[in-house]
């Protein structure tokens, strides 16, 4: 199986059963974010403890891309610090926009969508669920610093 084929299924496997799929009980934060290109809609909810990605939760409807993003997402983020996943965030942005070389050991299986930086249409579904991550981490600084 060669590494394209290995990705297609990776991706696949988070659309078909998508991780850190519903709502939370009880979110620090939730954004709405749409790709309105593809008809991509995405809800995110985040609990943040410690300063840490406690919980993450996505809800929505929208094409396998925008679907696995969101799960890769969610499954890479939870535990993190609010730091180290706004800087997460910065280089999968770079990776989409061929700008950096994926780290597969930050990205986790987000490096399977590597493959659709080269459909810039695609780019998009790809990026809602981590600009959506960085809105509410953002939203919620905004909200607790003075
Ligand atoms: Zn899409």
Same mark, same amino acid.
């Given at each position: 199986?060669?590494?394209?084929? $290995?990705?297609?299924?990776?991706? $696949? +496997?988070?659309?078909?059963?998508?991780?850190? %799929?519903? @709502?939370? !009980?009880?979110? &620090?934060? @939730?954004?709405? =974010?749409?790709?309105?290109?593809?008809?991509?809609?995405?809800?995110?909810?985040?609990?943040?403890?410690?300063?840490?990605? /406690?919980?993450?939760?996505?809800?929505?409807?929208?094409?396998?891309?925008?679907? !696995?993003?969101? &799960?890769?997402? &969610?499954?890479?983020?939870?535990?993190?610090?609010?730091?180290? /996943?706004?800087?997460?965030?910065? =280089?999968? %942005?770079?990776?989409?926009?061929?700008?950096?070389?994926?780290?597969?050991?930050?990205?986790? +299986? !987000?490096?399977?969508?590597?493959?659709?930086?080269?459909?810039?249409? %695609?780019?998009?579904?790809?990026?809602? &669920?981590?600009?959506?991550?960085?809105?509410?981490?953002?939203? =919620?600084?905004?909200?607790?610093?003075?």
């Amino acid at each position: 199986m060669g590494l394209e084929d $290995l990705y297609q299924q990776i991706i $696949l +496997d988070h659309y078909r059963k998508p991780r850190h %799929r519903g @709502e939370l !009980a009880a979110p &620090s934060v @939730e954004v709405d =974010h749409n790709n309105p290109v593809c008809g991509d809609q995405l809800h995110l909810e985040v609990r943040l403890e410690d300063g840490r990605i /406690a919980e993450v939760g996505h809800t929505g409807d929208g094409c396998s891309i925008s679907q !696995a993003s969101a &799960s890769m997402m &969610s499954e890479a983020a939870v535990g993190l610090p609010v730091d180290d /996943a706004m800087e997460l965030i910065e =280089h999968f %942005r770079l990776m989409m926009h061929r700008e950096a070389e994926p780290d597969e050991d930050r990205l986790g +299986d !987000a490096i399977a969508l590597e493959g659709v930086a080269k459909y810039p249409v %695609r780019v998009k579904c790809a990026l809602l &669920s981590w600009m959506a991550l960085k809105d509410a981490l953002q939203t =919620h600084t905004a909200t607790t610093e003075r």
